[in-house]
């Protein structure tokens, strides 16, 4: 191996391949749109399971709902949720990383369609959410705290597990085209079709701007052009066996800013990044009366070129190749059991580094019910790897339904995450990597009750608590990577939904999250103390909708500068001229509001746009 020892090569702890189950189990419940305790979560057992009977923190959107607020990005969805929040330098094609109460992006897992799609060859292995536009999505679950038993690593703050639209029976088309302020054109032109036995989906999609400055201080546009395809087929081998197919490719090219001589100050630059990625996976599935196995096999690639003035500056590749099989067999209405193995090989090839890792691993869960009402999980999981010991994590959950109205939660979980390979292995300087990197582990309770006052209004409150010792971070004086001492972040989510009438909704969300680093008691970087959002949608008549949406987003610090609380208004309404189309149209930052999501950079002012969607 190169560029590193033997025993850290050891020490590094990748996400495996995760959820085979997920886009399958979804494909058989469909959730309720409604929600409530009929909607049908996978994502925390890896199995579809009502959501009174979770005990885990899970917040489920869906394809409806990102239609109806007129979302364009996952980041703009999941910045919207409680427990989340978003850092992201400017608008479209800016890179946007998740903090999952407050656990760094390279903490948190991203799976779609059950492809862990995290980037090797980022500095923390996280995902940049900057070209993943929501077309084509159904649905997205986030699964909150520590969840390594099931997921691997990376999963230490929690996962974000994508799901895609599937064909339905028959034939369909359907498309959108939109355009409006920035130079914006976006566009997507989906076909589907599905019979007895195959099915098949195919989505193209484009997005294009001008942009704005980057840099807050500076004047030159910086434009963002995006193409995406995707597919999804399946074939029904009998009737317990299913064969399924999963392909998706991007390709964008965006303009950036840098920190040009003699001032070396973030300015106009004439820099760009092209970033190509690609996710493939092969999986053969059964489901019988009691036993669903599955066999999954899946291949990430992101590729990322700089230049500056059309000369190439350097590069970054980061691929991934995994294997998992596991079974889930029911012995009881009241007891079943889910285990696994998983195995994965990660590379990087970034700023000198080029470097390899496999490792292997199993795990265990069981599911009881003692009786009606209440719902108990525990599992556990071992993973492997080149001459290290391994490291074993645990899991257990619980949900109380007390009343028709009322379910109570508690889940508490160990969390294990090793070194990036770019943390072991690289050096400001020039000089190896830092050999003592020790690997970073977490542990978390949280606990809610969820409340149903009357049949149109619901509630409810998460408290949180969650600890990492060994937390990496950069060290300019070594030029390396580094563990501070401590982290700690605890905190509450308040999540409520009223629906007096038909024809109105209203949803509001807040996060209180007080993450600190012990060794110094600062508020880790890039995240609020305190954000949320107020949601209404009301439909007056049954073609025609409006919406509004308050974001806040508190004070936070950052290596820029302190960045200032604040508030902005997004508008939007839409109206269904026939079955087959409807037009649309948004006001994002109504009130012309200034802000920096991170220092330095800007975000755009008032923007409209309006659109068309088809429906064949």
């Known amino acids: 191996m190169k560029g590193i020892t033997a025993r850290r090569r ?3 702890l990748k996400a495996l391949s995760a959820s085979s189950l997920i886009a399958f189990c979804a494909m058989l419940q469909p959730a309720l749109a409604d929600g409530g305790d009929d909607e049908i979560i996978v994502s925390a057992t890896r199995t579809p399971q009502r959501a009174a009977e979770v005990g885990a923190s899970v917040t489920v959107i869906e394809a409806p709902e990102i239609e109806l607020r007129q979302y364009e990005s996952v980041s703009d969805v999941l910045r919207d949720t409680a427990g989340v929040s978003i850092a992201r330098n400017t608008s479209f094609g800016g890179v946007s990383s998740v903090r999952i109460r407050g656990a760094a992006s390279g903490q948190s897992l991203v799976m779609i369609d059950g492809i862990v799609v995290n980037d090797p060859s980022a500095p923390s292995g996280g995902f940049d959410f900057a070209n993943l536009d929501v077309v084509d999505i159904e649905r997205i679950e986030i699964l909150r705290g520590p969840q390594s038993i099931l997921y691997g690593a990376d999963a230490i703050g929690g996962v974000v597990s994508i799901i895609t639209k599937r064909a339905e029976q ?3 088309a359907s498309g959108f085209m939109e355009g409006g302020s ?4 976006r566009g997507a032109a989906t076909i589907a079709a599905a019979g007895d036995s195959l099915d098949g989906r195919l989505t193209f999609s484009g997005t294009r701007t001008d942009g704005i400055s980057r840099a807050a201080i500076g004047t030159e546009k910086d434009g963002f ?3 995406a395809t995707s597919f999804s087929g399946g074939a029904q081998l009998s009737p317990e066996w299913r064969a399924q197919i999963i392909a998706r490719y991007g390709d964008s090219r965006a303009e950036i800013d840098g920190y040009a001589p003699p001032t070396y100050a973030f300015d106009d630059t004439d ?13 053969l599935t059964q489901q019988g009366e009691r036993l669903y196995q599955s066999f999954t096999v899946a291949y990430n690639d992101i590729t990322r070129t700089y230049r500056n003035a059309g000369v190439f500056q350097s590069n970054a590749q980061g691929e991934r190749i995994s294997a998992d099989y596991f079974a889930r067999y029911e012995f009881s209405k009241r007891f079943s059991t889910l285990v696994g193995v998983e195995a994965e090989r990660s590379a990087a090839t970034v700023s000198g580094v080029d470097d390899a890792m496999k490792n292997v ?23 492997e790897f080149d001459e290290f010991d391994g490291a074993t994590t645990g899991r257990v959950t619980a949900a109380f339904e007390a009343g028709p109205s009322t379910i109570i ?3 508490w979980g160990q969390g294990f995450r090793a070194p990036s390979i770019f943390q072991l292995n690289y050096n400001l300087y020039g000089g190896p990597g830092n050999p003592d990197l020790a690997p970073e582990r977490s542990e978390a309770f949280d606990a809610s009750i969820e409340q149903s006052l009357t049949d149109a209004f619901t509630a409810k409150v998460t408290l949180f608590h969650q600890k990492i010792r060994n937390q990496i971070d950069f060290d300019y004086p070594s030029g390396g990577y580094v563990n501070i001492a401590r982290t700690r972040s605890r905190g509450v989510e308040v999540e409520a939904s009223w629906r007096p009438v038909e024809a109105v909704s209203a949803r509001l969300q807040y996060t209180y999250v007080d993450a600190i680093d012990r060794s110094t008691d600062l508020q880790l970087l890039r995240q609020p103390k305190h954000s949320g959002g107020l949601f209404v949608d009301v439909s007056p008549i049954e073609k025609l909708s409006f919406g509004a949406s308050l974001i806040v987003n508190g ?6 500068g302190d960045n200032d609380a604040w508030a902005r208004v997004d508008v939007r309404a839409s109206y269904a001229l026939t079955d087959a189309l409807e037009i649309y149209g948004r006001v994002e930052n109504a009130g012309d509001k200034s802000y920096q999501d991170v220092a330095g950079y800007a975000e755009p002012g008032r923007a409209a746009f309006c659109g068309v969607r088809l429906r064949l």
């Open 10 to 12: 050891a020490s590094r």
């Open 170 to 172: 028959g034939v369909e």
């Open 182 to 185: 920035l130079g914006l054109a």
């Open 225 to 227: 052009r995006s193409i």
């Open 271 to 283: 820099e760009t990044q092209d970033t190509e990625e690609l996710a493939l996976a092969g999986r």
């Open 361 to 383: 691993s199993v795990f265990a869960l069981a599911e009881a019910k003692p009786f009606d009402g209440l719902s108990l999980s525990a599992g556990v999981r071992h993973d």
């Open 409 to 411: 939660r508690a889940s």
């Open 555 to 560: 004070e936070e610090r950052d290596s820029g």
